[in-house]
């Protein structure tokens, strides 16, 4: 099973982005999809999860600028960030709990997407 994450790059504050993250491999099914992120200096934290359902949760700081959905067909959750801010500006991993078709479930993270915000 493997994640690739895609849709990061250099964007100007109030600039907006998409991020993907799909899925591949020997999946039965994907419970929750998360995306987190980690500046530099500064810890992981987690930015948004979607179950299978479409429950989402947001980090409070950015509920109303960042958009997870997901579309369950491709195995990809996407990630819509608006309105961004230089201190948006991290690496982001996206992240999933993966039932495989050996029926082991495992947490699976991607390599990773660089988003920049200047001013």
């Known amino acids: 099973v493997q994640l690739q994450a895609f849709g990061g790059g250099p964007v100007q504050a109030g600039g907006s982005l998409r991020l993907s993250c799909a899925a591949s491999?020997?999946?039965?099914?994907?419970?929750?999809m998360r995306w987190y992120r980690q500046a530099p200096g500064k810890e992981r934290e987690l930015v948004a999860s979607i179950t299978n359902g479409g429950t989402t949760n947001y980090a409070d700081s950015l509920k109303g600028r960042f958009t997870i959905s997901r579309d369950n067909a491709k195995n990809t959750v996407y990630l819509q960030m608006n309105s961004l801010k230089v201190e948006d500006t991290a690496v982001y991993y996206c992240n999933a709990d993966i039932w495989t078709k050996l029926s082991i479930k495992s947490t699976y993270w991607g390599q990773g997407t660089q988003v920049t915000v200047s001013s």
């Open positions: 491999g020997s999946i039965f099914s994907i419970y929750v």
